[in-house]
């Protein structure tokens, strides 16, 4: 029985033998259509270029005496064709002469846009687009195509039709796909990158902070899981790097620490992250004259250089026992070296081999980036980060550095505002009493934590806080010792309380009556004059004539005052005669009232001035 192959190279042989030699009219239609073709020089053009160096090539070896098979193959290898089109190719070739090749070979869809089954079905081609979008570009072209013909009821036939559309549609719109279903991999990848960052800047004018999980795993816990963080100076590529639990604060602190001790105070620190931007760590950049420039969540665009430091680890990682992987895949992979029942009752760290505590890994890191140090870069004009640093110097640059390390420490120190009370400092779950929190009773204070952990430095709160005292935990003290700090913080309360009040008093002498000081400057005439002119209603007018009768009615005699008057006097003058102390309660009563009305103060004028 004869093998594929020579199925193949006889049924070839048989249709070239018994294809039908073109007409005239066949061939002047070829060559029309071969002529707009090369006049266009769109696809079509193209298309038949490749098919005629295909024919070309297997005419040559089948002249050189090659079997047909080897001839095909050899014009799949040089033009990049199916077998399929090839053959299809050579076969139309035969029907023509020799001359009329290149026109026979133009397809017939000659200049115009190829016409493709999907597109000739209306909504086939956006809901296929639709899938492909939906799935991320990611589902294999026959699922598509089976979607495809479900959806529309299509014969299984076109199934192949449909995967070529499929295919020609990646193709042509691979960016757009990538821009629609992957939004991180297509800033990475197609996002312009013109210009550079770090023009126009000087050594340690910037530095780029930002932080990853790693991809190693360490001992110190059962998951091993860390947070890689890094701080990059864009000058010189210089970097530095730390293993903490997490992103925080204190762990920030840290790598603060490790980079100006090891490089130098940048002028600018650029990040993007949460406690990286916590109030605390605004706080000690601006008391150490360090401007903090915030960029916007997840714009890894704005930060490049700490994001290639990240990545640039994280392939050393690679090498090191604990890696996890960059991804789940890969992480999927390094557990299958050993099998299920293998891995049964291992944790994840006895299966990925880790081998180091995070000191130990975070060390072998920082080997890795002195070697990375003096690696020639590109981006550095084939200089190292050490020879740029070297130039910098000899051109007379010189690195700040904060001198005094207490009070760096201090400025990083885990902080907190509180208000003094009663009973002191109430912060962290515990009472922290000095005497000179005393005179603060209801002032808010900044507290540090000092070295010691059963003491705080007290400060002042404000931009630039002023230092206080070293207040203690009352619960870390003898009853003798709290019976002192009492006794002192009394004592200082007592001072302050003098003092304040010998100041109040200075600022209150010679002040006055505020009432006088605000009616003496009141003005008469401040007010405006309105004009006005007599207006009345009937109601009016009858409501005025009621109220002069009722006051008519009302009026007192005045013969009935003077009268009461005189009485009033008499009385006033029977009492006073005689001595006071023999005066009943309701006599003495009246003697001061009466004293203080005008009818008093009319008599005795008119006796004064009788006299």
């Known amino acids: 029985m004869k093998d594929r192959a020579g199925l193949l ?310 090498y090191e026992r604990g890696f996890r992987g960059h991804n789940v895949a890969e992480r999927t992979h390094l557990r299958g070296r050993l099998s299920m029942a293998a891995r049964r009752g291992l944790s994840e760290g006895e299966i990925l081999r880790v081998a180091l505590s995070d000191s130990e890994l975070e060390a072998h890191v920082d080997k890795f980036l002195t070697l990375e140090a003096d690696r020639p870069r590109p981006e550095l004009a084939g200089k190292s980060t050490n020879q740029v640093i070297a130039e910098w110097t000899a051109r007379g640059g010189r690195a700040r550095r904060i001198e005094d390390e207490a009070a760096l420490l201090m400025l990083l120190a885990p902080s907190g505002v509180g208000t003094i009370g009663k009973k002191g400092l109430r912060a962290g779950g515990r009472t922290w009493i000095a005497p000179a929190l005393g005179a603060l009773s209801g002032h808010r204070v900044e507290f540090r934590q000092h070295p010691d952990p059963n003491r705080l430095a007290i400060f002042t709160s404000g931009k630039v806080p002023r230092f206080l005292c070293i207040a203690t935990a009352a619960d870390a003290l003898e009853d003798s010792e709290r019976r002192e700090e009492a006794i002192a913080a009394r004592t200082e309360f007592q001072v302050h309380a003098r003092e304040i009040r010998r100041a109040a008093r200075k600022l209150i002498k010679g002040i006055g009556n505020p009432a006088e000081i605000l009616v003496s400057a009141s003005n008469s005439d401040g007010r405006s004059k309105v004009v006005s002119i007599p207006f009345s209603t009937p109601a009016l007018i009858e409501a005025g004539k009621g109220a002069r009768a009722a006051a008519a009615s009302s009026a007192p005699d005045p013969r009935t005052a003077v009268a009461a008057s005189d009485a009033a006097w008499a009385r006033y003058s029977r009492l006073t005669r005689g001595a006071s102390a023999n005066l009943s309660d309701g006599d003495a009563l009246f003697v001061r009232v009466y004293e203080t009305t005008a009818a008093y103060r009319a008599r005795i004028a008119r006796e004064s001035a009788a006299s």
């Not at 020089?41 to 070309?56: I, N, Q, T, V």
């Not at 072209?141 to 990646?170: C, G, S, Y």
């Not at 719109?173 to 939004?183: G, K, V, W």
């Not at 899981?225 to 730390?242: D, H, K, P």
Request: charged content about 25%.
């Open 9 to 318: 190279i006889s049924s070839a042989a048989q249709a070239a033998a018994t294809a039908r030699p073109a007409s005239q009219d066949e061939i002047d239609a070829a060559i029309a259509r071969h002529e707009r073709a090369v006049t266009a020089a769109g696809p079509a053009k193209a298309y038949s270029d490749r098919s005629l160096l295909a024919a070309e090539t297997i005419e040559k070896c089948l002249a050189a005496g090659d079997k047909v098979m080897i001839a095909y193959a050899a014009a799949m290898a040089r033009t990049g064709l199916s077998d399929r089109t090839v053959r299809d190719a050579w076969a139309e070739a035969q029907r023509f002469p020799r001359a009329a090749w290149a026109a026979a070979l133009t397809p017939a869809w000659d200049d115009q846009e190829r016409r493709f089954f999907v597109d000739s079905i209306p909504g086939l081609s956006q809901f296929v687009a639709g899938v492909i979008l939906e799935r991320g570009g990611r589902l294999p072209v026959a699922k598509v195509a089976h979607v495809a013909l479900a959806q529309f009821q299509l014969d299984r036939k076109h199934q192949a039709a449909i995967e070529r559309w499929v295919r020609l549609f990646r193709r042509q719109y691979r960016s757009e796909i990538l821009l629609a279903t992957n939004p991180d991999r297509s800033k990475s990848l197609l996002m312009p990158g013109h210009g550079d960052m770090a023009a126009g800047l000087d050594f340690l004018d910037l530095v780029e902070l930002d932080g990853s999980p790693s991809d190693a795993a360490t001992l110190e816990t059962r998951s091993g899981r860390r947070q890689l963080l890094i701080m990059r100076e864009v000058y010189s590529r210089a970097m530095v790097a730390i293993l903490e639990p997490s992103e925080s604060t204190d762990a920030t602190g840290r790598l603060f620490i490790k980079f100006h001790n090891a490089i130098g105070l940048m002028k600018t620190l650029r990040t993007d992250r949460g406690a990286f931007q916590s109030l605390r760590m605004r706080a000690f950049c601006e008391r150490a004259g360090i401007h903090l420039d915030v960029v916007a969540p997840f714009s890894g665009e704005r930060k490049p250089f700490a994001e290639s430091g990240i990545r640039v680890i994280q392939q050393f990682l690679e």
